[in-house]
């Protein structure tokens, strides 16, 4: 047997894919937990502090399957679509493609640092080269485990900054964020040093150092209080039947009952989800009259499809004092909306998944727009949990989603928390209409309706 095949076969022991697979279900757990309606801070932080205190002593190889299996166990949900288009025969190719793509990023980290262990002992001849404990040697040298600690460390710090084909909803220091540890770059570095700390002087208590990641300053935060007067709403009308033409009226007269009742109850402002309207709403004038009128009583904010000079947009349409402004998606679904691979690829793509549709095309930055004197930041489904929609620090956020696409799957879970995440870094309060899933208010992290 040749040694590359020896070396190969050494990824497929049952004792390095068990430890990968257990040190990635421990980051997945508080996700998991969360999906089945149980959040508790405290179990939460020891998940996280778990995770990153096996995984920065593990080797090469697992890192490789906890990469792997962070594919699977976070972003499973992402191939779940493809039964919408009629090829559920796709769905496990797409988690393995992702679950390996994950793979090989963890598995390029734990070779960088394992290379910079070996380059350090040419710079320093005075340290011999000896196996760090991720080459599974019994005897290591101190320095080396230290350096290569630290490069690891450093490589998790920097991997919510790595986005495969655009997708950047992987965040390591995002499994604290329904815990008593913050969710700053600072934090998270201290949670790291306090672990390589406990890893090299073998003293468990460096870990107390991780009480410094604890976010003492929200709790002197000056909150703005949430408008009672604005509506969130909620919609559970599945992809299938959204498009059905036999079925429209019906849901065209099920959103007119739904702004109709908040005028009722005397609210400002109704929100209503991403494509509520399964149609290029601009086109029907009719319709937009109906929501014109009402919008003298009530600002309407809703999603539906607009048609831009020949160019197809999903949009949100902002209906106030009976006039109307288009806010459109500025970060698009990859592959959902917008195709990230070259044109010659992208074309073959679109033409075998989405019968030859044209992409959708996005805007170039965020819209704001101001209702009552409030300025809120428009930002629908996928692309509100992207970093580029919370620049400038936006006080306030509405979002629309439809989340037919991927459920049931734990998509929603993992979009809430992102939502949470962010609200909690840029002190954004989020209100949050989804079709499919469950509705929110988001306020310094926490939900709060």
Not at 123 to 143: A, C, F, G, I, R
Not at 328 to 347: T, Y
Request: net charge positive.
């Amino acid at each position: 047997m040749s040694l590359y095949n020896k070396k190969f076969k050494a990824y497929f022991t049952i004792n390095k894919i068990t430890r990968g697979f257990f040190i990635a279900l421990l980051s997945a757990g508080a996700m998991y937990l969360d999906w089945f309606g149980f959040v508790n801070p405290l179990i939460n932080t020891i998940l996280g502090i778990l995770t990153f205190y096996f995984l920065l002593q593990a080797d090469r190889k697992i890192w490789f399957w906890f990469g792997f299996f962070i594919g699977i166990l976070w972003f499973w949900w992402i191939s779940i679509s493809f039964a919408s288009y009629g090829f559920a025969w796709a769905t496990p190719i797409g988690v393995l493609i992702i679950a390996t793509t994950y793979g090989i990023i963890f598995l390029l980290l734990a070779i960088f640092a394992d290379n910079a262990n070996k380059l350090l002992a040419r710079l320093k001849p005075s340290v011999p080269y000896m196996p760090s404990k991720s080459s599974e040697s019994e005897s290591l040298d101190p320095n080396k485990t230290l350096f290569t600690l630290i490069v690891k460390a450093i490589a998790l710090l920097l991997l919510s900054y790595i986005h495969p084909l655009g997708f950047d909803w992987f965040k390591p220091e995002l499994v604290f964020t329904n815990s008593y540890i913050g969710i700053k770059k600072w934090q998270f570095a201290l949670v790291l040093a306090s672990i390589i700390l406990t890893l090299y002087k073998k003293q468990l208590l460096y870990l107390f150092l991780i009480l410094g990641a604890y976010p003492y300053t929200s709790n002197f935060h000056k909150i703005e209080a949430v408008n009672p007067t604005i509506e969130v709403t909620n919609f559970h009308i599945n992809v299938i039947d959204k498009w059905k033409p036999e079925l429209q009226q019906k849901h065209i007269t099920s959103v007119f009952n739904t702004i109709d009742k908040a005028i009722e109850d005397n609210k400002s402002i109704v929100i209503l989800p991403e494509s509520i309207f399964a149609l290029f709403l601009n086109r029907q004038p009719v319709l937009m009259e109906a929501l014109e009128q009402r919008s003298y009583k009530i600002n309407i904010v809703l999603g539906a499809l607009y048609f831009d000079d020949n160019i197809p947009r999903n949009s949100t349409y902002i209906f106030t004092q009976g006039k109307y402004k288009i806010a459109n998606k500025v970060v698009l679904v990859p592959f959902g909306e917008a195709n990230p691979l070259p044109k010659f690829m992208s074309s073959w793509i679109n033409d075998l998944f989405f019968d030859g549709a044209p992409d959708y095309v996005a805007d170039t930055e965020p819209t704001d727009y101001t209702i009552h004197g409030r300025t809120y930041r428009n930002a629908i489904c996928y692309e509100a949990c992207s970093e580029p929609l919370y620049e400038g620090n936006p006080k306030n956020m509405i979002v629309i989603s439809n989340d037919g696409w991927v459920v049931p799957s734990i998509e929603p879970t993992q979009q809430k928390i992102l939502l949470q995440y962010y609200s909690k870094k840029y002190g954004t309060t989020i209100y949050h209409s989804v079709n499919m899933a469950d509705s929110y208010i988001i306020q310094n992290g926490k939900i709060i309706k």
